[in-house]
Structures are given as structure tokens and as C-alpha cells.
């Protein structure tokens, strides 16, 4: 998605936690402590939330839907900007993974099924909230290859206040002219296209047909196949995606836009073609910003995670009358031709504001979310956590790892601690918001641990090439980490991901000894972490949530001890 005000709403003006101290010597307050950061338990139960069948039916999982396994959409529409009115058909090809007679796919209710089609004839179907029930008329036998087209229309909901909410952005150009784009994850891609709206099916490859009014062109995912005049005024782009797409990256975008090439960026897989569409208006400042951002950005991006995952289908920027998305290959950018997030630096160091937030932040999403996609939006952490984190690699590929780790130590200011980052399965929702900005201090703690940066970049490009171009739980990501760094890393990923407190390392000075603890909502946490004597090296101390002497730390005092909470996104409490 997004970045972390963009997406999930953030406040991105939130205060500055205590935790984030660079002052070893300052005592947490004890409302830092876990007891005091969790709510009590007849809270917990008003705030729980209440999830309906409609909500089961968005997010969940069941035989209607794991049934088919998609292989192919074809995507033809007919869009009018004055009627705000789309129609036209998506076809789906698929193969069975079992026997069945009756399947499960999804369009906003206030969109108007037609007709399903199968084998040249109507076949039955039902509605319930967003979900639609197809009956075929023989089994469809398991292992078959089979399609059906569905035929729609209607008015699609419009996006408010896109992209934090879903929908149809209608907006118009400098000269009047009409400006319209989709953003939709969250919300689903199926407020505008029949679709299996969730994300654990991804199709396999997509032609994208987009007829739009004579003068106005649209912009879709992967490269441009064929432009035709048709009859009534109106042109046809075919847009043809080779490689798999999650729903909610399918884009469209209708503009009087203009096209100029990037040239090829010489990347691990060869030339990649570097294509932007942009308004007249903005031609000039396009080929400047993206001139200084897209190319150093794809080096950064291929260093730490490995290849671009789309060379078949190109690199795009778009221009869109929001502020950014991470459509495939075709990546939504409203960001003003402007440095640091609208204007402003979001980590507040100074070191955001010299590189355009939206082209880093939504082209890594590239490399996770649209090559690496969670299978449920619970896990979305995986996408934004990691995409976050890119943001401080960047810095540190253009201006060294020291100016990475302020930056990503500046991120802090927006985190907020206030539920689970991962958040409930099977109904399409998301946790927290701190999936960012606490999700990427999260993955710079673990590089930490670690403690060997050419591991590191080896673990990142692993991720990116074992899970290429597939779907997956964040369960799979976090044994991937233990598997391959040979530490098991759950319970710190356990703490940070499903609790909304950090921990708190408690020290105590008693009889001579130092002691410490870990104070943490996970039994038995245990979380190496870097202590020293004012004036010396820092030392990797093993704790656990049992006090224990350190005895590394000779002659440490409550006045020469300090903590690595620079690089370590903790509490401390020192006795």
C-alpha cells in the first residue's frame, strides 16, 4: 500500500514516544512498563471488534473460493467520465482444485451483474452483500481447465479521499479535460471489477482492455499491446501483465497523458524499460524528478532485495490525482514533483526531504506486496513493514548507513503503540498502523541482533527470491528469518508484531552486581541487546525476562551504564 500516512492512517504528527530516548541515562516512566501499557481486560472486550458475515465473505478463505485456482482474467471495460458509468465483462480462467458445481467471486453490490456466462450460455447466480454465487449446470471436475465471463455495470463508489479510502478518483486535468484513476486496496478491487477479491489467489497473467473517450488514453498495468479506434467515439488500450498481480495493484488510469521514455536502467536481469505518463501540464518537472529519483532508487532496491520482479512487463510512474499507490508495474505517483513527503521530511532528520518519498516508498512495494503478497491483509505488515524499511536502505545507499539508521531512528516520532500490528484473519482487516514506522525499527533491530550487514542484505535478497512472485503468510516470512539467520527470532517478532507495548529492560544495581531483565508481554522473551561503560564498546548482553548478573559490565554504575537505544526500539528502567 501506500506509505504509513497514506495507507493506513497514521498520524504522522503523533508525539515523540519516550521510548524513542537517545539518552541512556533517562528513566522510563512506569507507564512505559508493559503493565501499564496494556488496557485492562473489560476494555479489551468494549474494544473488540464485531465482524460480520459480509466481512467473512470479503476476507475469508472457503471451499466457494479455494475451489479455483486462477490461471488468466481478461478485464474489458468501457469507461465514461461524464456518467461516471463503467461496463463491460472480465473473463476467468481458471483450474479446479477439486470438484464442484458452485464458486464464489465478488462485485460491489451497487455494480449490476448482467449476465454470467458458461460455455455460450446464461448461467444462475446469487448475491450476498459483496460476494456473488455462480451454479454451474455439470461438475466441474477437479484438475479441469475451465473459464466464465462475467458481464457488469453500474457507477463504482468514488474515492473521497483517495488513497486512504477506496474507490473511482473523477478529477480533471489543467485544461478541464477528465483525470480518473482507481486506488482500492482495503477496500478491494471489486468496488470497480468482477474479481476473487483476496489476495492468497493471485492470476497467473491479465490483459487489461480499457475503452475510453476519443482524446484521453489509459494507462494500465504491463506494456501496452494495441490502441483501436472504435465506433461512438471511443479507443481501446490493451494493456498485457505477463507475470502474476495481486487485485488491488490492477490500475486504471484515463488522462490526456503524455508519454516519454526513461530510457533503460541496466539492471541484475538486463535492460528495464523505464516508461512515465504524465499530464501536459507537468511534463517538464516530471523528467526532472524522475530523472533524479526512479534510477538511483532501482540500484538501492536491486542491492538490498534482489532483481526488479517485473522486468517482462517494464517499469512505470503514472501521474494520479492522489497522493500514490503501488500499482504493478505502473506505479501511481501524486506526490507534486516535490521532495520528502508532500513538502515535509516524515522521520524529521533532514534526510528525507532530499529524495521523492512517494516514487522510493510505493516502487518498493515492487519487491513486497506485489511480488511477495500476503495471502491475508491480516499479514499486511509484510508489505509495509519491509517497504518502510527500504525507505532507510535507500538512505544508506545515497548517503551511508549512519544516515540510514537516524533515519530510521526519526521514524519513531510516528509510531503510536496502540494495538497489534497483525490483525484478525479471515475478515479483511488490517492491524495497526505501526506496521511502518515500528515494523521497519522492528527489522533494523534485527539486523542488529544479527550483526553481520553482508548476512543481512543476503537474508533480504533470500526472502525476495524464495518467495518470488508468490503469496504468503507472515507466518512463512518469520520461520524464513529463523531458518536462515539459524536464531530463533519469534519471540521478538512475537512481541513487536501481536502486542502493542514494546518491551522494557529493567537493570538493577544491587550488592555489587548489575542485574537485568527483559519486562515483556511474550513468556520467556529473550533479546540480546548492546550494553556498555560510558567510554566503552558496546557488548551483545543475552537477557531473558529472568533477572540475571552481567558480568561483562565491571564496575558499571546507574551513572556510566548505557543502552543502545538507538538502534534498539525499547523501554528502559533502571533501578
Known amino acids: 500500500m501506500t506509505d504509513g500516512v497514506v495507507g493506513s492512517g497514521i498520524n504522522s504528527q503523533g508525539p515523540l514516544l519516550l521510548c524513542s530516548m537517545t539518552n541512556t541515562k533517562v528513566l522510563l516512566l512506569l507507564l512505559l512498563l508493559v503493565g501499564?501499557?496494556?488496557?485492562?481486560?473489560?476494555?479489551?472486550?468494549?474494544?473488540?471488534?464485531?465482524?460480520?458475515?459480509?466481512?467473512?465473505?470479503?476476507?475469508?478463505?472457503?471451499?466457494?473460493?479455494?475451489?479455483?485456482?486462477?490461471?488468466?482474467?481478461?478485464?474489458?471495460?468501457?469507461?465514461?467520465?461524464?456518467?461516471?458509468?463503467?461496463?463491460?465483462?472480465?473473463?476467468?480462467?481458471?483450474?479446479?482444485?477439486?470438484?464442484?458445481?458452485?464458486l464464489q467471486f465478488d462485485l460491489f453490490a451497487n455494480l449490476k451483474v448482467e449476465k454470467?456466462?458458461?460455455?455460450?450460455?446464461?448461467?444462475?447466480?446469487?448475491?450476498?452483500?459483496?460476494?456473488?454465487?455462480?451454479?454451474?449446470?455439470?461438475?466441474?471436475?477437479?484438475?479441469?481447465?475451465?473459464?466464465?465471463?462475467v458481464q457488469y455495470s453500474g457507477n463504482p463508489i468514488v474515492a473521497k479521499k483517495a488513497p486512504w479510502?477506496?474507490?473511482?478518483?473523477?478529477?480533471?486535468?489543467?485544461?478541464?479535460?477528465?483525470?480518473?484513476?482507481?486506488?482500492?486496496?482495503?477496500?478491494?478491487?471489486?468496488?470497480?471489477?468482477?474479481?476473487?477479491?483476496?489476495?492468497?489467489d493471485e492470476v497467473d497473467s491479465m490483459l487489461i482492455s480499457v475503452s475510453v473517450p476519443n482524446g484521453l488514453k489509459n494507462v494500465s498495468n504491463g506494456r501496452l499491446r494495441k490502441v483501436t479506434k472504435l465506433k461512438g467515439g471511443y479507443t481501446r488500450f490493451d494493456w498485457a501483465v505477463r507475470n502474476p498481480i495481486n487485485n488491488y495493484a490492477v490500475?486504471?488510469?484515463?488522462?490526456?497523458?503524455?508519454?516519454?521514455?526513461?530510457?533503460?536502467?541496466?539492471?541484475?536481469?538486463?535492460?528495464?524499460?523505464?516508461?512515465?505518463?504524465?499530464?501536459?501540464?507537468?511534463?517538464?518537472?516530471?523528467?526532472?524528478?524522475?530523472?533524479?529519483?526512479?534510477?538511483?532508487?532501482?540500484?538501492?532496491?536491486?542491492?538490498?532485495?534482489?532483481?526488479?520482479?517485473?522486468?517482462?512487463?517494464?517499469?512505470?510512474l503514472v501521474d494520479a490525482p492522489h497522493l500514490g499507490m503501488e500499482h504493478q508495474s505502473a506505479v501511481a505517483y501524486g506526490n507534486k514533483y516535490q521532495n520528502g513527503y508532500l513538502g515535509r521530511d516524515r522521520s524529521n532528520t533532514g534526510w528525507g526531504d532530499k529524495w521523492d518519498f512517494i516514487i522510493i516508498h510505493e516502487s518498493g512495494h515492487e519487491w513486497f506486496g506485489n511480488n511477495i503478497t500476503t495471502q491475508d491483509i491480516a499479514d499486511m505488515w509484510v508489505h509495509e513493514s519491509f517497504t518502510t524499511y527500504s525507505e532507510a536502505l535507500f538512505v544508506e545507499s545515497q548517503f551511508g548507513k549512519q544516515a540510514g539508521q537516524e533515519y530510521i531512528h526519526g521514524q519513531r516520532r510516528n509510531i503510536q503503540n496502540d494495538a497489534s500490528i497483525i490483525?484478525?484473519?479471515?475478515?479483511?482487516?488490517?492491524?495497526?498502523?505501526?506496521?511502518?514506522?515500528?515494523?521497519?525499527?522492528?527489522?533494523?533491530?534485527?539486523?542488529?541482533?544479527?550483526?553481520?550487514?553482508?548476512?543481512?542484505?543476503?537474508l533480504l535478497r533470500g526472502l525476495s527470491s524464495t518467495f518470488y512472485h508468490q503469496t504468503v503468510t507472515g507466518q512463512q516470512v518469520i520461520e524464513y528469518f529463523n531458518r536462515e539467520s539459524r536464531k530463533d527470532l519469534t519471540k521478538i517478532f512475537d512481541q513487536y508484531l501481536r502486542h502493542a507495548s514494546i518491551p522494557t529492560l529493567e537493570v538493577r544495581f544491587e550488592n555489587g552486581q548489575t542485574i537485568a531483565r527483559w519486562i515483556s508481554n511474550v513468556p520467556g522473551f529473550d533479546m540480546p541487546v548492546r550494553l556498555r561503560v560510558k567510554g566503552g564498546e558496546y557488548q551483545f548482553i543475552p537477557l531473558t525476562t529472568k533477572f540475571e548478573p552481567i558480568k561483562q559490565l565491571a564496575g558499571a554504575t546507574k551513572e556510566t551504564l548505557e543502552v543502545d537505544t538507538f538502534n534498539y526500539y525499547i523501554g528502559v528502567l533502571i533501578n
Open 251 to 316: 490500475a486504471l488510469n484515463v488522462g490526456d497523458y503524455q508519454h516519454f521514455s526513461g530510457g533503460t536502467y541496466a539492471g541484475e536481469k538486463g535492460p528495464l524499460t523505464l516508461d512515465y505518463w504524465v499530464l501536459p501540464e507537468n511534463l517538464a518537472k516530471a523528467k526532472k524528478q524522475f530523472a533524479a529519483n526512479v534510477q538511483p532508487m532501482l540500484k538501492s532496491m536491486e542491492h538490498w532485495f534482489g532483481p526488479y520482479p517485473w522486468y517482462e512487463d517494464g517499469y512505470k
Open 116 to 149: 454470467v456466462l458458461y460455455k455460450g450460455k446464461e448461467v444462475p447466480f446469487t448475491r450476498e452483500a459483496n460476494a456473488v454465487f455462480v451454479t454451474f449446470p455439470t461438475t466441474i471436475a477437479k484438475g479441469s481447465r475451465d473459464e466464465f465471463t
Open 423 to 458: 490483525g484478525p484473519y479471515g475478515v479483511n482487516q488490517e492491524g495497526s498502523g505501526d506496521m511502518y514506522d515500528k515494523g521497519s525499527n522492528l527489522l533494523n533491530m534485527l539486523r542488529t541482533v544479527i550483526n553481520d550487514d553482508a548476512k543481512w542484505r543476503q
Open 165 to 200: 479510502d477506496g474507490g473511482m478518483v473523477f478529477s480533471q486535468d489543467a485544461k478541464g479535460k477528465p483525470w480518473v484513476a482507481t486506488a482500492c486496496q482495503g477496500t478491494g478491487a471489486s468496488i470497480w471489477w468482477p474479481t476473487k477479491d483476496q489476495q492468497a
Open 36 to 102: 501499564s501499557f496494556a488496557p485492562a481486560a473489560g476494555q479489551l472486550l468494549q474494544n473488540k471488534p464485531t465482524f460480520t458475515r459480509a466481512d467473512s465473505l470479503r476476507g475469508g478463505q472457503t471451499p466457494l473460493r479455494t475451489c479455483y485456482d486462477l490461471n488468466y482474467y481478461h478485464l474489458d471495460v468501457k469507461l465514461d467520465p461524464a456518467k461516471r458509468l463503467i461496463s463491460g465483462s472480465n473473463l476467468f480462467r481458471y483450474t479446479a482444485t477439486q470438484d464442484f458445481t458452485r
